[in-house]
């Protein structure tokens, strides 16, 4: 695949700069969240984007947006790309919306200069992956693999308490039907992504190939004690829910440090109840969330955890529960489809390097079921789900450049799925 003949209109950056400016928010971050105003006017943004690339626009029942290049060969199955359009609050612009444009880059520059792909090529905008807004995550990558349950999701509420079901009605969608999008004729899965972190930058090199996403693990930490006068109730007969919790949250970093290899557990959200300052804290809930690139060291600091924050309460006579709302198993990413990124880079000159990813991603939903592959591109100080969140236009397009030549050799290819 040489120098393409598409106009500069149709470069991933260029894209992406009209995707980004979506949500954007005062802080200088993005917003979208899962069918929220923002994200409708994205959807339709990345439909129209599909649409003037010439690709076939639809839409599926949980709001995932396709842009479809049909293949000679209608019996053969698909090849896929794409990512997600929802951020976290005040999240970057790259999160996500970067696999979408480059994938509608890469099917337009496909179209122009190869024409009609062997196999069908298809780019997706997944309606939700973050998590952001109820507590679930994978919510469009996850109906459209069919692989995760979602028991009870449609009651989930955001932190206004609207339901999932309400928020789908709202959009336009029909809640019941959000198993419909489920496809069986994807035959192979690869996404672009930055890679959120600071090592491709550290080192110098140009282009990740991710050989696997890392295991994770989200729950809710409810600590219940019991409110009282912060003025009369001596410290002895306390049961301050928010002091059990704030020595929880202080015994992590010590015991992640103490796990070592490269376990990470963070404590991002924190809702203490009532919230007033003369009132003890009669209850607080925070969020841990726990990765390793191993299942079992996962599993060995939450049990851990259970332990510790069990001590922490006897000694404050609280309460604590915990509940697991996400567990992502570790997603080894295919081989072959490595070695093909690598060889693909080698050819265009661009440095690179296996990398393993400690954020999770759609990707990891399709890995147990198709050839799935993710190729990174550097992050400015590895800073993500940040309004600082930042990737050169150059290393945007090595990026893109490099999912066009792999979409090229698995759809115009005899690649066999
Ligand atoms: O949090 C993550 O791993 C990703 O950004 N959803
Ligand atoms: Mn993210
Ligand atoms: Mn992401």
Same mark, same amino acid.
Not at 90 to 106: E, K, T, V
Not at 304 to 319: E, K, N, T, Y
């Given at each position: 695949?040489?120098?393409?003949? +598409?106009?500069?209109?149709?470069?991933?950056?260029?894209?992406?700069?009209?995707?980004?400016?979506?949500?954007?928010?005062?802080?200088?971050?993005?917003?979208?969240?899962?069918?929220?105003?923002?994200?409708?006017?994205?959807?339709?943004?990345?439909?129209?984007?599909?649409?003037?690339?010439?690709?076939? +626009?639809?839409?599926?029942?949980?709001?995932?947006?396709?842009?479809?290049?049909?293949?000679?060969?209608?019996?053969?199955?698909?090849?896929?790309?794409?990512?997600?359009?929802?951020?976290?609050?005040?999240?970057?612009?790259?999160?996500?919306?970067?696999?979408?444009?480059?994938?509608?880059?890469?099917?337009?520059?496909?179209?122009?200069?190869?024409?009609?792909?062997?196999?069908?090529?298809?780019?997706?905008?997944?309606?939700?992956?973050?998590?952001?807004?109820?507590?679930?995550?994978?919510?469009?990558?996850?109906? +459209?693999?069919?692989?995760?349950?979602?028991?009870?999701?449609?009651?989930?509420?955001?932190?206004?308490?609207?339901?999932?079901?309400?928020?789908?009605?709202?959009?336009?969608?029909?809640?019941?039907?959000?198993?419909?999008?489920?496809?069986?004729?994807?035959?192979?899965?690869?996404?672009?992504?930055?890679?959120?972190?600071?090592?491709?930058?550290?080192?110098?090199?140009?282009?990740?190939?991710?050989?696997?996403?890392?295991?994770?693990?989200?729950?809710?930490?409810?600590?219940?004690?019991?409110?009282?006068?912060?003025?009369?109730?001596?410290?002895?007969?306390?049961?301050?829910?928010?002091?059990?919790?704030?020595?929880? *949250?202080?015994?992590?970093?010590?015991?992640?440090?103490?796990?070592?290899?490269?376990?990470?557990?963070?404590?991002?959200?924190?809702?203490?109840?009532?919230?007033?300052?003369?009132?003890?804290?009669?209850?607080?809930?925070?969020?841990?969330?726990?990765?390793?690139?191993?299942?079992?060291?996962?599993?060995?600091?939450?049990?851990?955890?259970?332990?510790?924050?069990?001590?922490?309460?006897?000694?404050?006579?609280?309460?604590?529960?915990?509940?697991?709302?996400?567990?992502?198993?570790?997603?080894?990413?295919?081989?072959?489809?490595?070695?093909?990124?690598?060889?693909?880079?080698?050819?265009?000159?661009?440095?690179?390097?296996? *990398?393993?990813?400690?954020?999770?991603?759609?990707?990891?939903?399709?890995?147990?079921?198709?050839?799935?592959?993710?190729?990174?591109?550097?992050?400015?100080?590895?800073?993500?789900?940040?309004?600082? @969140?930042?990737?050169?236009? @150059?290393?945007?397009?090595?990026?893109?450049?490099?999912?066009?030549?792999?979409?090229?050799?698995?759809?115009?290819?005899?690649?066999?799925?």
């Amino acid at each position: 695949m040489g120098e393409s003949g +598409v106009n500069a209109k149709w470069t991933a950056s260029r894209l992406l700069e009209r995707l980004s400016a979506i949500g954007a928010d005062p802080a200088g971050g993005v917003t979208r969240l899962l069918y929220d105003a923002s994200w409708r006017e994205a959807q339709l943004a990345v439909a129209d984007l599909m649409r003037e690339a010439g690709l076939e +626009v639809s839409a599926d029942t949980v709001g995932n947006v396709f842009g479809r290049l049909a293949g000679a060969d209608p019996s053969a199955p698909a090849v896929l790309t794409g990512s997600h359009v929802d951020t976290v609050r005040s999240g970057g612009g790259y999160d996500g919306a970067l696999g979408i444009a480059a994938g509608i880059a890469a099917l337009a520059r496909l179209k122009a200069d190869c024409g009609q792909p062997r196999r069908t090529l298809e780019v997706v905008s997944f309606c939700e992956e973050e998590g952001s807004r109820f507590p679930l995550a994978y919510w469009g990558s996850g109906n +459209v693999t069919g692989n995760r349950p979602f028991d009870g999701a449609l009651d989930a509420r955001d932190g206004n308490g609207t339901t999932l079901r309400a928020a789908m009605a709202a959009a336009g969608l029909e809640p019941e039907q959000h198993g419909r999008s489920c496809r069986t004729d994807i035959g192979f899965f690869v996404e672009l992504h930055i890679e959120q972190g600071e090592v491709l930058e550290r080192e110098g090199v140009e282009i990740g190939v991710v050989d696997a996403i890392f295991g994770q693990r989200r729950f809710y930490v409810t600590v219940e004690g019991r409110a009282g006068h912060a003025g009369t109730t001596p410290m002895a007969i306390r049961s301050d829910a928010l002091a059990a919790a704030a020595e929880m *949250i202080a015994w992590l970093r010590p015991a992640a440090l103490e796990a070592g290899g490269g376990l990470v557990a963070t404590a991002g959200r924190l809702d203490v109840h009532p919230n007033m300052p003369n009132v003890i804290p009669g209850k607080a809930v925070f969020s841990l969330d726990v990765r390793h690139r191993d299942e079992a060291a996962i599993d060995a600091f939450c049990d851990q955890a259970r332990l510790g924050f069990g001590a922490a309460a006897d000694r404050h006579g609280v309460s604590a529960s915990l509940s697991c709302w996400l567990a992502e198993p570790p997603s080894p990413m295919d081989a072959a489809l490595q070695a093909r990124i690598a060889r693909i880079c080698a050819a265009k000159g661009y440095s690179h390097r296996t *990398i393993g990813s400690g954020a999770g991603h759609d990707a990891g939903l399709f890995a147990p079921l198709v050839p799935t592959a993710m190729i990174f591109v550097p992050s400015r100080g590895g800073i993500s789900h940040s309004p600082l @969140e930042f990737t050169a236009p @150059e290393d945007v397009e090595r990026g893109a450049d490099v999912l066009a030549g792999l979409l090229h050799t698995l759809a115009y290819g005899e690649e066999s799925a």
